[in-house]
């Protein structure tokens, strides 16, 4: 298996005027392609500034961090920018779906957006509306779905980029339990089928017991 990302000594510290406080202490980890891991600890652990900075979305201030080989203090911000863009896909706790477009026009806006030729769009949005068991919804619009009719279309938009990574930061907090594991199943099916990268923040169980690797945090640190 090849390494997707490398950090070291990974620590970050948010600013409020002259106090600071520490989010992230120090954290080493190695990412494997293909593998789907569950960032665990209780609130305030420092969950999302991790996947922030692995989703490029925070800027690292101590330690290094490699994305597939590349040093990210390395690269402009255009090429930061590039790889958010077409190589990470989000997936977030509220869905972040357009109320006024149809499940498939939802996966289909960003493709469109990086310039996806038409044909090509309309395959992958195929494609992963399958994946994720929505096609015959796919005309349907978010207020006509249930959470995780929504949630899967936010992982469908999310697979249509192609990523080499998909980040969740708590992407089953607002669904019941069944509609949840339903959720996290399709993302473990995703992970060893087509190989791209799960990682998922949770501090729910039924999460961890899904997880292929847990790793947890405890005010900033890795236990
Ligand atoms: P988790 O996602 O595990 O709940 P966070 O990464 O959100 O943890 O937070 C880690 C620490 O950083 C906490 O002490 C939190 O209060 C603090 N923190 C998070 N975001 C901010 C922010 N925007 N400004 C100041 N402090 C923050
Ligand atoms: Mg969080």
Redesign the pocket.
Known sequence: MSVLYTGKGIAFE?R?GTQS?R?LGGVDLVLERGGFYCLA?P???????LLNLLGLIDTLQTGRLQFDGTDLAEISEREKNRIRRFRIGFVFQNFNLFPVLRAEENVEYFLHRQGVPAAERRQRVAETLKAVGLWEHRHKRPAEMSGGQRQRVAIARALAKKPDVILGDEPTASLDQETGKGIVDTLATLASNSGVTVIL?SHDPMVLARAQHVIT?RD?RIV
């Open positions: 948010y409020l406080v989010a600890g609130s305030g652990s420092g969950k999302t500034t923040s945090l900033g």
